[in-house]
């Protein structure tokens, strides 16, 4: 037979399950039905592999017996059949037993009881006869000296003058004790030929559970050679499990290159970006200094405001209380307007330092760090908005000062358009004097008092706020 034909995979598993299916291998029918499923299947064969199946199903012990039913003794057995008789009608009974008497347990067992029982049963025929003479012959004896002289068999034969039933008679059992001889005879016989034949079943069952260990044998060897290239330690599954596993590092290796690949674009990606942020944090570091020289030019200005407003304030506060009240609350407002604009200045060089700082530490910073800035220049943006506006309402303030005092001392008030010079008795200490015309807009008293802005003569002190100055510090 050709090697393919040997290690069929299908033909090997049909085989299997015809053997699975064999009452001689009933014990191990479920491992064998389990072994062609897997050849079907082609799973699991890398365990059956590694074991030794002809050791493992072909051992002796491995085969039972056909299932028998179960032997009784020979009185327990007639006792089970009275009771199963009981209640029977007669022909009921009659099929019942030939039923019976035809399974061959059935008939060794009543064999076996006969053959024991028929043994028996001629000698207490026998000595039951004798004992039944013996008291005729006694009677005799005693009634008839002279008939008891005669021979003992003769008597016996002749039923001791009447006085020994006819089946007692010595004839009559001698004829049963060899009739039962007989039977017992038949029944050996019967008993022999039902012997042997067990013998031979016997000895076929034998046979056939050789022909069958010789099947098996040779379909699990088959089955093994089959199971040759799934065994771990044959060359052939080493070099396919070698092989397997070389593919396997080919992929990984693969997978391992496709992934230093993405990490060094990533790293390229990271630097370029680092490179970028580095560039936006260095001209962000050059844009702080010239905020801080403008921040520093503001606070130089707003000082110097501050500064000619307390002047002011101190030089018209013994002149006139209630406007020098006025101008010392303009002073306080423009006071804090500087404080205020300082601290802005103070957070400006703060967060632009940090900013600065934060952006060489860590470029994913820059976005918050430049929102923040440009938060910074609309907050210095603003506080120079309100500044102007604290400027324009200082000069306003000054403009109404200006006028408030002439107003009190009866020196004309000059308007917008044509300076207007008024003589004055009395001059208010603390205010410059000169007389040249370079100095018109800041002397008051002996010469002109040209004062930039001021509001005209009918415009009442602390009213000026609805002139232009006014509304753009409303502004």
């Known amino acids: 037979m050709p090697h393919a034909q040997l290690t069929d995979r299908t033909e090997l598993a049909r085989l299997l399950t015809e053997l699975a299916d064999h009452p001689f291998l009933t014990p191990r029918a479920a491992e064998l039905r389990g072994l062609a499923e897997d050849l079907r299947q082609d799973t699991d064969l890398d365990q059956w592999a590694e074991l030794d199946l002809l050791h493992s199903f072909a051992r002796p012990d491995d085969f039972a017996a056909p299932q028998r039913p179960a032997r009784s003794g020979a009185l327990a057995g007639l006792l089970a059949l009275a009771r199963q008789l009981k209640g029977l009608a007669p ?47 006694g009677e005799l004896s005693r009634e008839d000296p002279r008939q008891a002289s005669r021979p003992f068999l003769q008597l016996w034969q002749s039923g001791f003058g009447g006085r020994l039933p006819w089946p007692a008679r010595f004839g009559n059992v001698a004829l049963l004790a060899v009739v ?23 000895v076929a069952e034998q046979e056939q559970r050789t022909a069958l260990a010789a099947e098996l044998a040779s379909v699990l060897t088959r089955t093994q050679l089959l199971l040759i290239g799934h065994r771990a330690s044959s060359p052939q599954r080493f070099t396919a499990e070698l092989t397997k596993a070389a593919g396997r590092m080919e992929q990984l290796g693969r997978k391992a290159v496709a992934a230093q690949t993405s990490l060094a674009r990533a790293a390229a990606s990271a630097e370029g970006a680092a490179t970028v942020l580095q560039e936006a944090a260095c001209r962000l570091a050059d844009e702080v200094p010239p905020l801080g020289d403008a921040a520093a030019r503001i606070e130089r200005a707003v000082k110097a405001g501050s500064d000619t407003l307390q002047a ?17 609350h ?18 400006l060089l703060t967060s632009s330092q940090s900013a600065v700082e934060e952006t060489v530490r860590a470029s994913r910073a820059l976005v918050d760090s ?64 000169d007389h040249g015309p370079a100095h018109r807009g800041t002397q008051i008293g002996t010469g002109t008092a040209p004062v930039r802005g001021a509001a005209p003569r009918d415009t009442v002190p602390g009213t000026a706020a609805g002139g232009p100055a006014g509304q753009e510090h409303s502004r």
């Open 370 to 433: 430049a929102g923040r800035t440009a938060g910074a220049v609309d907050e210095m943006r603003q506080s120079a908005e309100r500044w102007d506006a604290a400027a324009a309402h200082w000069e306003n303030a000054a403009a109404r000062l200006d006028s408030g005092i002439r107003r009190l001392t009866g020196v004309p008030v000059q308007r917008a358009d044509a300076l207007e010079v008024v003589p004055v008795a009395t001059t208010l200490s603390g205010w410059p004097h």
């Open 312 to 328: 002011m304030h101190t030089g018209t506060a013994d002149a006139v209380r209630g406007v020098g009240d006025r101008i010392s």
């Open 91 to 137: 022909g009921a009974a009659l099929r019942h037993l030939r039923d019976r008497f035809r399974e061959r347990p059935v008939r060794e067992d009543l064999a076996e009881a006969a053959l024991g029982v028929l043994v028996f049963v001629p000698l207490l025929v026998t000595w039951f006869a004798l004992m039944e003479a013996s008291d005729a012959y």
């Open 330 to 347: 303009a002073g306080e407002v423009v006071d804090a307007a500087v404080t205020k604009l300082a601290g802005v200045q103070q957070r």
């Open 180 to 202: 039962l001889i007989t039977l017992l005879l038949m029944v050996a016989g019967w008993h022999a030929r039902l012997r042997a034949r067990a013998t031979r079943e016997q």
